[in-house]
């Protein structure tokens, strides 16, 4: 850390230093250390070999406001870099019409990720995946004559290459690149394209031949990656993705390409009907030591800030909520201990970096399961140890150059100087969080509810008329996730059951995502498909008069998908209509001749804005309500600045928008496998709201109660540590001098460390226990021995205190050092951060911490 300060501290100087000469042949000099190269052992950024430790941010998954505030704790976290994608949809949203403001600020982002310090990766793709409504691709861009997405076709080159250009060209005006002055180290283009390839054959060869040399020949200065493309042409770095990309890349197409990790996954993006994902940060970190300790120079996140898929935004099924796992949580809220524990690694590898960048690597054998990577560089002090336990349920003990080490199971101990041990990925020495909802005594008192239904149309409503059917996708052109399809028929009464026992039966051959129908204007229920299996097949009893009848199905997509080949052909909407249970026995009616209106009445009107909420006539509302129903109310920001939040976990299937500004899809009556929605509280970015009077607006496709909707603040306020007298101390405690590591702290015993956010300060210690207690922060247990002095201890040292230690030591709990002599100890701590004042009424309390 000192080291590469200084470094930056050089340069500057060596700049200022050649400013002042009068400029005929020293800038060419300055002009050589600037801009990123390479070899086999790493980059080379401005003349100096760094090790990165990065982390995906997206701009459009937050909002700009909260943007310096993601971006400086992800370097307080130990980030140097920092990766996004460019998300061409938005930026070209109509063919050559350009929009980068507001959220879609990209230069705004990246000159942020520059003025803090820190490097950037930009992921130009223009394919991008990222579970992106079309993989990024806008609309238009299907509609194109003779157009096939990612292969030798001349208009994908044309448009993608147009596209790519616009970006590089607004990165270089703004000197954005690091061969310029900027940030920027890195560009990819691509995305995974291994994947597909062989979809394509020889013309998938020949395209991504031909991305490689269309991007090298835009000159940026800086290299271009190709992630999990093991063909990726020179100069390309071809790049891993995966959890475990140290174990299982196989490694550069080129023994001059350092060996890169694009996408380490903090745990899994979420479907509707996913439940909970995890990844815990012992795994994480493993991963991250163990690719470093075998070449790896660079390791990125992904997510390490995941966000909000506002709107549209959101691919195939894909929930609101992004990557929520990841160690910055969807509010932007530090999620420990994951946050910390990856923290305290990115200071152990840089305790090693020396080593790692100019020592040898050498491998020794251990025992079964056990190894030690090392680096050292001969003749000198410098040297580094990774003392890997690959066995996954059992810890062992090892020796190593003489002394002994004890290992927990899938852990590595990082000896920064091969004797110390400064971290060991297993052992969390990092506090932990647990996140809290409260509902908002200003936000909810004055919650009164109206509503308006939308229309449903007939054939004579429906303007766009065929024979059968129209495909979903191409006749909304993304432009509404909905489109009405609609026909009638008449029936005589001897064409009806006369049985009261037979009722006749509506059968939709659906090709996804959602279905709800009506027969004679009544709701008769709703289909759909899952992520696995976009198609469904609805099959519900009716009721049908002797007369004319109408049938209305309201199909609907949930995002457009986001990957795979052929990505222009896919479909989505109603296939084929059958009525079964007549007399006259089943009737086909996929040919009857269909009337279509794109988009729901409420859409078109803005009924979600201020100016459109009074172009419609709305009533009070009250408990369960009907289908396709808009509601709105008005409600005062939340007091306090912490995040906010809105539980929808009564409502079913719909949008919300706060202000005019849609903050995503909400399907809450999606259960997952454990009987809970995938997500039922959203993210209200503090941005969209004014003091007083904002609108908010739901759209309920199927039905549901908007009485039990609450707006909530968010915080981290309960705080935990969970340490045992086999930790090791914090990494904190050590510094290289030289190539010797120091120890800097009082003593090097393991601490419970607890620190609140901001300004707020410890109000209550909820639990304490010197032990063997068990459980999580939020629900620890007393075991059977316990220190009956912890809480008072804690007390002592933590009450009214921003930040406080306590060290895990039996004479600070038990001077007499009679308690549980056989029993390994414990400390587990559980305290709340406040500002001192009363908290407002609970709503959920750490549910998904």
Same mark, same amino acid.
């Given at each position: 850390?000192?080291?590469?300060?200084?470094?930056?501290?050089?340069?500057?100087?060596?700049?200022?230093?050649?400013?002042?000469?009068?400029?005929?042949?020293?800038?060419?000099?300055?002009?050589?250390?600037?801009?990123?190269?390479?070899?086999?052992?790493?980059?080379?950024?401005?003349?100096?070999?760094?090790?990165?430790?990065?982390?995906?941010?997206?701009?459009?998954?937050?909002?700009?406001?909260?943007?310096?505030?993601?971006?400086?704790?992800?370097?307080?976290?130990?980030?140097?870099?920092?990766?996004?994608?460019?998300?061409?949809?938005?930026?070209?949203?109509?063919?050559?019409?350009?929009?980068?403001?507001?959220?879609?600020?990209?230069?705004?982002?990246?000159?942020?990720?520059?003025?803090?310090?820190?490097?950037?990766?930009?992921?130009?793709?223009?394919?991008?995946?990222?579970?992106?409504?079309?993989?990024?691709?806008?609309?238009?861009?299907?509609?194109?004559?003779?157009?096939?997405?990612?292969?030798?076709?001349?208009?994908?080159?044309?448009?993608?290459?147009?596209?790519?250009?616009?970006?590089?060209?607004?990165?270089?005006?703004?000197?954005?690149?690091?061969?310029?002055?900027?940030?920027?180290?890195?560009?990819?283009?691509?995305?995974?394209?291994?994947?597909?390839?062989?979809?394509?054959?020889?013309?998938?060869?020949?395209?991504?031949?031909?991305?490689?040399?269309?991007?090298?020949?835009?000159?940026?200065?800086?290299?271009?990656?190709?992630?999990?493309?093991?063909?990726?042409?020179?100069?390309?770095?071809?790049?891993?993705?995966?959890?475990?990309?140290?174990?299982?890349?196989?490694?550069?197409?080129?023994?001059?390409?350092?060996?890169?990790?694009?996408?380490?996954?903090?745990?899994?993006?979420?479907?509707?009907?996913?439940?909970?994902?995890?990844?815990?940060?012992?795994?994480?970190?493993?991963?991250?030591?163990?690719?470093?300790?075998?070449?790896?120079?660079?390791?990125?996140?992904?997510?390490?800030?995941?966000?909000?898929?506002?709107?549209?935004?959101?691919?195939?099924?894909?929930?609101?909520?992004?990557?929520?796992?990841?160690?910055?949580?969807?509010?932007?809220?530090?999620?420990?201990?994951?946050?910390?524990?990856?923290?305290?690694?990115?200071?152990?590898?840089?305790?090693?970096?020396?080593?790692?960048?100019?020592?040898?690597?050498?491998?020794?054998?251990?025992?079964?399961?056990?190894?030690?990577?090392?680096?050292?560089?001969?003749?000198?002090?410098?040297?580094?140890?990774?003392?890997?336990?690959?066995?996954?349920?059992?810890?062992?003990?090892?020796?190593?150059?003489?002394?002994?080490?004890?290992?927990?199971?899938?852990?590595?101990?990082?000896?920064?100087?091969?004797?110390?041990?400064?971290?060991?990925?297993?052992?969390?020495?990092?506090?932990?969080?647990?996140?809290?909802?409260?509902?908002?005594?200003?936000?909810?008192?004055?919650?009164?509810?109206?509503?308006?239904?939308?229309?449903?149309?007939?054939?004579?409503?429906?303007?766009?008329?065929?024979?059968?059917?129209?495909?979903?996708?191409?006749?909304?052109?993304?432009?509404?996730?909905?489109?009405?399809?609609?026909?009638?028929?008449?029936?005589?009464?001897?064409?009806?059951?006369?049985?009261?026992?037979?009722?006749?039966?509506?059968?939709?051959?659906?090709?996804?995502?959602?279905?709800?129908?009506?027969?004679?204007?009544?709701?008769?229920?709703?289909?759909?498909?899952?992520?696995?299996?976009?198609?469904?097949?609805?099959?519900?009893?009716?009721? /049908?008069? %002797?007369?004319? @009848?109408?049938?209305? =199905? &309201?199909?609907?997509?949930? $995002?457009? #998908?986001?990957?795979?080949?052929? !990505?222009?052909?896919?479909?989505?909407?109603?296939?084929?209509?059958?009525?079964?249970?007549?007399?006259?026995?089943?009737?086909?009616?996929?040919?009857?001749?269909?009337?279509?209106?794109?988009?729901?009445?409420?859409?078109?009107?803005?009924?979600?804005?201020?100016?459109?909420?009074?172009?419609?006539?709305?009533?009070?509302?009250?408990?369960?309500?009907?289908?396709?129903?808009?509601?709105?109310?008005?409600?005062?920001?939340?007091?306090?600045?912490?995040?906010?939040?809105?539980?929808?976990?009564?409502?079913?299937?719909?949008?919300?928008?706060?202000?005019?500004?849609?903050?995503?899809?909400?399907?809450?009556?999606?259960?997952?496998?454990?009987?809970?929605?995938?997500?039922?509280?959203?993210?209200?970015?503090?941005?969209? /709201?004014? %003091?007083?009077? @904002?609108?908010?607006? =739901? &759209?309920?496709?199927?039905? $549901?109660? #908007?009485?039990?909707?609450?707006? !909530?603040?968010?915080?981290?306020?309960?705080?935990?540590?969970?340490?045992?007298?086999?930790?090791?101390?914090?990494?904190?405690?050590?510094?290289?001098?030289?190539?010797?590591?120091?120890?800097?702290?009082?003593?090097?015993?393991?601490?419970?460390?607890?620190?609140?956010?901001?300004?707020?300060?410890?109000?209550?210690?909820?639990?304490?226990?010197?032990?063997?207690?068990?459980?999580?922060?939020?629900?620890?247990?007393?075991?059977?021995?316990?220190?009956?002095?912890?809480?008072?201890?804690?007390?002592?040292?933590?009450?009214?205190?921003?930040?406080?230690?306590?060290?895990?030591?039996?004479?600070?709990?038990?001077?007499?050092?009679?308690?549980?002599?056989?029993?390994?100890?414990?400390?587990?701590?559980?305290?709340?951060?406040?500002?001192?004042?009363?908290?407002?009424?609970?709503?959920?309390?750490?549910?998904?911490?």
């Amino acid at each position: 850390m000192q080291e590469q300060t200084m470094s930056k501290l050089g340069r500057v100087f060596l700049a200022v230093l050649l400013a002042s000469f009068t400029p005929v042949l020293l800038p060419a000099v300055a002009d050589e250390a600037r801009g990123v190269n390479y070899d086999g052992r790493s980059l080379i950024i401005n003349g100096s070999r760094e090790l990165l430790f990065s982390g995906s941010i997206h701009y459009p998954r937050s909002t700009p406001e909260m943007w310096g505030d993601i971006l400086q704790k992800a370097k307080e976290g130990g980030l140097n870099v920092v990766q996004t994608y460019v998300f061409w949809n938005i930026h070209e949203p109509a063919q050559g019409q350009y929009n980068f403001n507001g959220n879609y600020d990209l230069v705004k982002f990246i000159k942020m990720i520059g003025e803090l310090g820190m490097y950037a990766t930009l992921r130009v793709g223009p394919f991008i995946e990222a579970e992106w409504n079309f993989g990024g691709f806008p609309y238009w861009l299907r509609e194109v004559p003779n157009i096939t997405f990612r292969t030798d076709n001349p208009p994908f080159k044309y448009h993608m290459k147009k596209f790519t250009k616009v970006v590089i060209k607004k990165m270089k005006d703004e000197k954005l690149f690091a061969s310029q002055g900027g940030p920027i180290i890195l560009s990819q283009i691509e995305n995974e394209y291994n994947n597909i390839q062989l979809a394509y054959k020889t013309q998938g060869t020949r395209y991504i031949q031909w991305a490689g040399t269309m991007a090298v020949g835009l000159k940026t200065g800086v290299p271009w990656v190709m992630c999990m493309q093991k063909d990726a042409p020179d100069p390309m770095i071809n790049t891993c993705n995966g959890r475990n990309c140290g174990d299982t890349f196989t490694g550069p197409n080129s023994p001059d390409k350092p060996t890169l990790w694009t996408e380490n996954w903090t745990a899994q993006y979420r479907v509707f009907g996913d439940p909970p994902s995890q990844r815990s940060a012992e795994d994480l970190a493993y991963s991250v030591a163990r690719f470093f300790s075998k070449n790896g120079t660079l390791a990125n996140y992904y997510m390490y800030y995941g966000g909000t898929n506002f709107g549209r935004t959101a691919s195939s099924f894909v929930t609101t909520r992004y990557y929520d796992e990841a160690p910055m949580d969807e509010y932007g809220l530090l999620r420990e201990p994951k946050w910390g524990h990856l923290r305290d690694l990115h200071l152990a590898l840089r305790l090693c970096k020396k080593a790692l960048l100019w020592g040898t690597p050498s491998v020794q054998d251990l025992g079964e399961g056990l190894e030690a990577r090392v680096y050292e560089k001969p003749g000198t002090s410098i040297c580094a140890a990774f003392l890997c336990n690959n066995n996954t349920r059992l810890p062992r003990l090892t020796m190593f150059k003489g002394i002994k080490y004890y290992l927990p199971q899938r852990s590595i101990s990082i000896l920064a100087d091969c004797k110390t041990v400064v971290y060991n990925t297993g052992m969390v020495v990092a506090q932990h969080s647990s996140r809290n909802y409260h509902q908002s005594e200003t936000a909810n008192k004055n919650l009164h509810w109206e509503m308006w239904r939308d229309n449903i149309p007939t054939t004579g409503d429906a303007p766009i008329k065929s024979k059968s059917p129209l495909e979903l996708m191409s006749t909304t052109k993304d432009s509404t996730d909905y489109l009405w399809y609609a026909t009638s028929i008449k029936f005589y009464r001897t064409d009806l059951p006369f049985r009261k026992d037979i009722s006749p039966v509506l059968q939709v051959a659906n090709l996804g995502h959602l279905m709800h129908a009506f027969v004679n204007g009544e709701y008769i229920g709703s289909g759909h498909g899952s992520n696995i299996e976009k198609s469904f097949v609805l099959q519900k009893a009716i009721e /049908l008069k %002797p007369g004319l @009848n109408n049938i209305s =199905l &309201l199909g609907a997509t949930v $995002g457009f #998908p986001d990957s795979g080949a052929y !990505l222009e052909h896919r479909f989505a909407g109603v296939h084929a209509v059958t009525l079964k249970g007549l007399n006259t026995g089943t009737l086909d009616l996929s040919l009857n001749g269909w009337a279509h209106k794109v988009g729901l009445d409420g859409e078109k009107l803005r009924v979600y804005t201020q100016g459109g909420s009074h172009r419609v006539q709305w009533a009070k509302a009250k408990g369960l309500g009907q289908s396709l129903t808009w509601y709105k109310a008005y409600f005062d920001a939340p007091e306090g600045n912490d995040p906010v939040a809105m539980q929808l976990g009564t409502m079913s299937k719909g949008m919300a928008w706060v202000n005019g500004k849609s903050i995503g899809r909400y399907w809450s009556s999606y259960l997952s496998p454990l009987e809970k929605p995938s997500q039922d509280v959203y993210h209200v970015p503090r941005a969209f /709201l004014e %003091p007083t009077d @904002n609108l908010l607006v =739901l &759209l309920e496709e199927i039905g $549901g109660n #908007p009485e039990g909707v609450q707006i !909530l603040t968010v915080n981290r306020d309960v705080v935990c540590s969970f340490i045992s007298e086999s930790n090791p101390a914090t990494v904190k405690s050590w510094k290289r001098n030289g190539g010797l590591i120091q120890n800097i702290a009082d003593d090097v015993k393991p601490r419970a460390h607890l620190q609140c956010a901001e300004d707020k300060k410890i109000v209550q210690v909820e639990f304490a226990s010197y032990g063997n207690p068990f459980g999580s922060c939020g629900s620890y247990s007393l075991g059977n021995c316990s220190a009956a002095e912890s809480q008072k201890v804690v007390e002592q040292r933590c009450l009214g205190r921003s930040k406080c230690s306590v060290t895990v030591e039996q004479k600070n709990f038990d001077k007499a050092g009679n308690l549980c002599p056989d029993v390994s100890k414990t400390l587990a701590i559980q305290v709340r951060c406040g500002d001192g004042k009363s908290s407002p009424g609970k709503a959920r309390e750490g549910s998904d911490s």
